[in-house]
């Protein structure tokens, strides 16, 4: 199965596409709450500002250039290795100038990329959550927008290597990922990964080795309508992503919408469980983690599995992301206001494996992990390079009496809140 393979597009499904993509932003502004609630109420403005911010530059920088890497043409950049030729890069056009006359399925692929590269540069920009500049963020979605996205995106859905696995490695349909699992929320996730530890905990996180001091989100209500609006979004994009990059019937739709929400319910089951366990009593934001994390693990699973399936990897992503924030942030002082290295990172592995695990293609799971090792042995030393080169260049964090005051009187000369007292200085001194 090869992405974007010529094969017919009729009217109906362009139409329907195209209505699936116009609700997928929901997703965006789901996480865009999701990110500002969990950060603090003196960086508020900021990061819904930022998100703006981010994803416009991020847009920009794709449609310029990185459009052209990602492409699918017959004039892609090779590599040749066993005998195979194996695409690394697209060569498409730059500034999108052939987007009027190219194929309905070509503007459609476009457009789904435009919202992923929009997507994927949130979920660092919640990680960096009130210590992160604006300008830095900036910087970080131009490079993700301009380079490392398209190169992602090329592999996986333009027909690159890892697309080519099928065809050239006898594994599967190649390497498989229909929501963006992939090329969205594991990218995302290493991306997050990359800005905490270039950019360092917040004051006051670590006072000392192995201790954590607890810095709860301003605004849980925030976070929990964040999780609603983004299941729409998450709906649409699973059922737009498996018409274009699966090839799937319009019949399909309904199995793959059935998992989708099915495994975002069993991950908030399963977290609320064990955060109960564990606490005593159920963690509210945890809990919306495990949520997302369930929509993140449907991003590879939902139109490859079936229900039970779904069901199961949904499961697993709301057992482990709990745990997996306290293993980063206890034993590895890793600190992530918007728990993105566990919620994108981690349960977007998770799915891109499980797919491989239960999908009927013999082979596929070869693939599916072949994709994973990418992304972790290539993608995130990638990533954390270009991120050092910039911070060389431009600075992520922000100073010590802008942390203090607040990102938001630091950055913006106002409060999100200025009718409350938004900070104390007791941590700080």
Known sequence: MTPLAPMPFPESSFALTLGLLLLAPLAI????????????????????????????????????????????????????????????????PFFLRELGGAAPRMQLA???????????????????????????????????????????????????WLAQLGVNFSSGGGFLDGGGAAAIHALGGVSALAVVWIAGPRKGKFPQEGLSTAMPGHNVV??????????????????????????AAPTALAVTAVNTLLSAAAALVATFSVTRIRFGKPDASLCANG???????????????????????????????????????LALSIDDPS????????????????????????????????????????????????????????PFRVDPDGERLGMDLHELGGNAYPEFVVHRDESYR
């Open 339 to 394: 728990g993105a290295v566990s919620v994108h990172g981690a349960a977007g592995l998770w799915g891109l494996a499980a797919a491989g695990m239960f999908a009927p293609q013999q082979g596929q799971f070869i693939a599916q992990l072949i994709g994973v090792s990418t992304l972790l042995g290539l993608t995130l030393p990638l990533v954390y390079f270009v991120f050092w080169l910039i911070n060389c260049l431009l």
């Open 110 to 160: 476009i457009l789904f990329e435009l919202l992923s590269v929009a997507l994927v540069v949130l979920i660092p920009w919640g990680s960096g959550a009130d210590r992160l500049r604006l300008p830095a963020g900036a910087a970080i979605a131009a490079v993700m927008g301009a380079v490392v996205f398209p190169l992602v995106a090329h592999w996986t859905w333009g027909g690159g």
């Open 222 to 247: 925030y976070v929990l309508l964040g999780c609603l609006v983004a299941l729409v979004g998450w709906l649409a994009w699973n059922m737009a992503g498996s018409l274009l990059w699966l090839n």
């Open 29 to 92: 502004a789901g996480i865009a709450l999701v990110n500002t609630g969990l950060g603090r109420s003196r960086s508020a403005a900021q990061l819904l500002l930022g998100s703006l911010v981010v994803i416009s530059t991020a847009v920009i920088a794709f449609a310029l250039v990185g459009s052209a890497l990602a492409a699918g043409t017959n004039g892609d950049h090779l590599f040749h290795l066993a005998g195979k030729a194996w695409n690394w890069a697209g060569a498409g």
């Open 291 to 329: 949520w997302l994390a369930g929509l993140v693990t449907s991003s590879a699973c939902a139109g490859l599995v079936s229900p039970l399936a779904a069901l199961f990897t949904g499961l697993v992503a709301g057992i482990m992301t709990p745990l997996l924030v306290e293993l980063f942030e």
